[in-house]
C-alpha cells in the first residue's frame, strides 16, 4: 500500500508559480505512473497531469498544458507539480495519484490510479 503526502499548497497571487510535492512510500516509487488531480468546490475531481513511471512521458489537460509541468525525482520517492502563471480558476485542492499497476504512462484516465493522498489546497487570489 502506497502513502502520499502532498505538499506546497497555500494562498498565492494570480501569476505566482509554486511547487506542490508529493513524498510517496509504502511500495517501489520507481514502477508506477503518478498524476496530479485537482477537485474545485462543487466541481468533481479531475486531472491535471500525469506522468510515466520512467518520466520520459508526461500528459497534461488543455487547461493547464503550457503552464503547469510535471517531474518525478526517483531517487527521493517525489513528484513535484511546477505552477506557472497561476489564474483564480486554479483554484482547487490539489490531489496526488498513484497508479494501480506498475509500468503506466501516466495517463488522463482516472481509472489509472488508485491511491491518493489528502490533498493541497491552491488559493489564486486576484
Known amino acids: 500500500q502506497v502513502q502520499l503526502v502532498e505538499s506546497g499548497g497555500g494562498l498565492v497571487q494570480a501569476g505566482g508559480s509554486p511547487r506542490l510535492s508529493c513524498a510517496a512510500s509504502?511500495?517501489?516509487?520507481?514502477?508506477?505512473?503518478m498524476g496530479w488531480f485537482r477537485q474545485a468546490p462543487g466541481k468533481q475531481r479531475d486531472v491535471v497531469a500525469g506522468?510515466?513511471?520512467?518520466?520520459?512521458?508526461?500528459n497534461y489537460s488543455d487547461s493547464v498544458k503550457g503552464r503547469l509541468i510535471i517531474s518525478r525525482d526517483n531517487a527521493n520517492n517525489t513528484v513535484y507539480l511546477q505552477m506557472n502563471s497561476l489564474q483564480r480558476e486554479d483554484t482547487a485542492v490539489y490531489y496526488c495519484?498513484?497508479?494501480?499497476?506498475?509500468?503506466?504512462?501516466?495517463?488522463?484516465?482516472?481509472?489509472?490510479?488508485?491511491?491518493w493522498g489528502q490533498g493541497t489546497q491552491v488559493t489564486v487570489s486576484s
Open positions: 495519484a498513484a497508479a494501480r499497476a506498475p509500468y503506466g504512462v501516466g495517463s488522463a484516465a482516472r481509472c489509472e490510479y488508485g491511491s
Open positions: 506522468i510515466s513511471w520512467s518520466g520520459d512521458t508526461t
Open positions: 509504502g511500495r517501489t516509487f520507481n514502477r508506477y505512473a
